[in-house]
């Protein structure tokens, strides 16, 4: 799901009613939203209102107004289109970014908050249908600074030299390599196009580049609120999402803007998307939800939802076929069962019939989680405190362990949170390090997953292991070997031990656990080395397991 925050007073403004927040709250939900939050922020009451993830035309106040108005009044959807301008605009065309999408929006007021509800809008299509501007990117310029035609093409990355947004000298393409390679923002958009020493560019006709898609625009074209003429790119690698892009943008400026014109690219692709059209028919509708439906009744609930209904020959009030136009705001209607799930919320969920399920069926719990359970409840009688730790960490709090290769997390916000736990030792141990001043000994223990590499398409599986530590001025090595013997056999496991170094440890104070003759774990001093690496001053000892061995 998708979050957006939107002022209360603009949207039952738009809505043009006087709700409470319980009375809000309940339409949304109706709806199929969710009011996550009430906020206070500079003296206005905001609403967090989470989307889902295939309603990108309710991600801004202007289209969540929309929806809202079509399904509380239903207002019938409108198609925005504006005059086809034809030009020639492709060059060169870029292989790795081959679709483009232009369009020039006149009398746009970007005041009182439309420039802001713009840049939050474009960042929300960036982030889900443009797939964090893998699939699509938007570019939004101001016309007046520019100048027709506009050429979209691959450029050699040697002959580009531009002020990027919010610089103040121009740079190479590879100095922007280096400007943006620490920009957690910016950073993985570097090499999103680049192909054989090219990359996209978009040019006006005096040669200026515009924007590098899908990396950053110019400093010499970005609008402003006091912006009146705005001239839109979408560049992709997916059509149907830069068409979508671009019907959901210029529906968004269509109620505040003078004139729409189209740039057709005469060298360019067809746009592909033809208008769906979808079949239902009162026994699919009965079939599927259990209604019987009138006419009347169905065409209403299509409109609030905003698709266009054209009614069959021969059709009556109780038997009726209709073909469903949806809307150009609603690329998620891809289906038949699409429109039957608008039929159900325009409906009412809380308006169906509750019956009993026709099978009966019963839960129960799996015998690992209940195994887990029961370790837990025994190290507690043992006087072992309970820890429940994170697992994402550092790659350096693997140090000493000889890991071969971590699970990494791809492009991590912390590196606090670099790499899955592979190993239940680490975790404990810094939780071990950041309450050392408490009363000595401290014994602690943990029933936690972690990641492993195995072969398969997704490449790591979970498994459940424990962890046992024991923290002290001496080792207390015995005192843990004896409770973790004691725990096995009261989960009637008869483990054996087999003498071996193995990291962590020290040498000569670990060995190897095995049950049936197979390795399932170990248990030792940890190493002094990493001890010291970690400003440790007392000895820890510990034993890990991994519980789903013991189950097979």
Same mark, same amino acid.
């Given at each position: ?14 809505i ?5 927040? /319980?009375?809000?709250?309940?339409? &949304?939900f ?30 801004? &106040? ?5 929806? %809202? ?9 409108k198609? !925005?289109?504006?005059k ?9 065309r ?5 679709? #483009?999408?232009?369009? =020039? ?7 009182n908050?439309g420039?802001?509800? %713009? ?12 797939q964090?501007?893998?699939?699509m ?38 100095e ?23 990359? *996209? !560019? ?17 400093? $010499? ?8 003429n705005i ?8 059509l ?5 892009a671009?019907?959901?943008?210029l ?32 026994e ?13 009744a ?10 266009? #209904?054209e !009614?069959?020959?021969?059709?009556? /009030? ?6 469903? =136009? *949806?809307?150009?705001?609603r ?7 699409d429109?039957i ?5 325009a ?16 839960g129960?719990?799996? *015998?690992?989680?209940?195994m887990?359970?029961? =370790?837990?409840q ?19 709090d693997? $140090? ?6 971590? =699970? ?19 975790? !404990? ?15 602690? $223990?943990?029933?936690s ?17 424990? +962890?046992?530590?024991? +923290?002290g ?8 070997? /004896?409770?973790?013997?004691? &725990?096995m ?21 670990? +060995? ?19 001890l010291?690496?970690?400003?440790? *001053? ?10 789903d /061995?013991?189950?097979?």
């Amino acid at each position: 799901m998708a979050s957006i925050s939107v002022s209360k007073r603009a949207l039952l403004a738009g809505i043009g009613k006087s709700y409470s927040d /319980e009375e809000m709250t309940d339409i &949304l939900f109706d709806f199929g939203l969710e009011l996550d939050e009430i906020l206070t922020e500079d003296g206005e009451v905001k609403y967090k209102i989470d989307v889902p993830a295939n309603r990108y035309d309710l991600l801004c &106040l202007k289209g969540l107004v929309y929806g %809202l108005l079509a399904y509380i009044d239903s207002v019938p959807a409108k198609i !925005v289109s504006g005059k086809k301008i034809y030009e020639a605009v492709h060059g060169d065309r870029p292989e790795s970014r081959p679709y #483009v999408k232009m369009a =020039i929006l006149k009398g746009v007021s970007l005041e009182n908050g439309g420039y802001s509800d %713009l840049i939050n809008f474009q960042d929300k299509l960036h982030q889900g249908l443009g797939q964090n501007r893998r699939l699509m990117a938007i570019g939004t310029h101001d016309y007046d600074k520019t100048v027709r035609p506009y050429t979209y093409t691959a450029m050699d990355e040697d002959a580009i030299k531009f002020v990027p947004l919010s610089q103040e000298r121009e740079y190479t393409r590879k100095e922007l390599d280096v400007l943006y390679k620490d920009d957690s923002k910016l950073k993985s958009y570097l090499n999103l196009s680049r192909e054989n020493n090219k990359v *996209p !560019v978009i040019l006006d006709s005096a040669g200026k580049i515009l924007s590098l898609p899908p990396l950053i625009n110019s400093e $010499f074209s970005k609008i402003t609120e006091k912006t009146k003429n705005i001239f839109i790119e979408i560049t992709g690698t997916d059509l149907v999402r830069v068409s979508t892009a671009m019907n959901l943008l210029l529906h968004h400026f269509s109620e505040s803007t003078t004139e729409i014109e189209e740039i057709v690219v005469e060298n360019g692709e067809e746009d592909v998307q033809a208008a769906a059209h979808f079949r239902i028919t009162s026994e699919i509708v009965k079939k599927e939800l259990t209604l019987s439906l009138s006419l009347s009744a169905v065409k209403t609930y299509m409109e609030r939802m905003m698709h266009a #209904v054209e !009614v069959q020959e021969g059709s009556t /009030e109780a038997d009726w076929c209709i073909n469903i =136009i *949806p809307t150009q705001l609603r690329p998620d209607i891809m289906h038949q069962c699409d429109i039957i799930e608008d039929i159900a919320i325009a409906h009412g969920y809380n308006n169906f019939e509750r019956t009993l399920g026709d099978s009966y069926t019963v839960g129960k719990e799996l *015998p690992i989680n209940k195994m887990a359970q029961s =370790i837990r409840q025994e190290c507690a009688r043992m006087d072992y405190t309970e820890l429940f730790t994170m697992a994402l960490l550092s790659a350096e709090d693997y $140090f000493g362990f000889n890991i071969e290769r971590h =699970i990494k997390v791809k492009n991590p916000k912390s590196t606090e949170c670099e790499v899955l736990r592979q190993h239940l030792i680490p975790s !404990v141990l810094k939780c071990l390090i950041s309450n050392q001043y408490y009363q000595l000994p401290i014994k602690v $223990f943990e029933v936690s997953d972690v990641g492993e590499f195995v072969e398969s398409d997704v490449g790591v599986r979970n498994r459940k292991k424990l +962890c046992m530590g024991i +923290c002290g001025r001496t080792s207390g090595l015995e005192s843990l070997h /004896e409770a973790f013997d004691v &725990l096995m056999k009261r989960q009637g496991f008869n483990v054996t031990y087999k003498n071996e170094d193995c990291a962590p440890f020290v040498k000569g104070r670990s +060995c190897k656990v095995l049950y049936n003759g197979k390795e399932i774990g170990f248990l030792g001093v940890l190493d002094i080395e990493i001890l010291a690496h970690h400003r440790m *001053p007392y000895v820890c000892s510990f034993v890990e397991v991994c519980l789903d /061995e013991l189950m097979e």
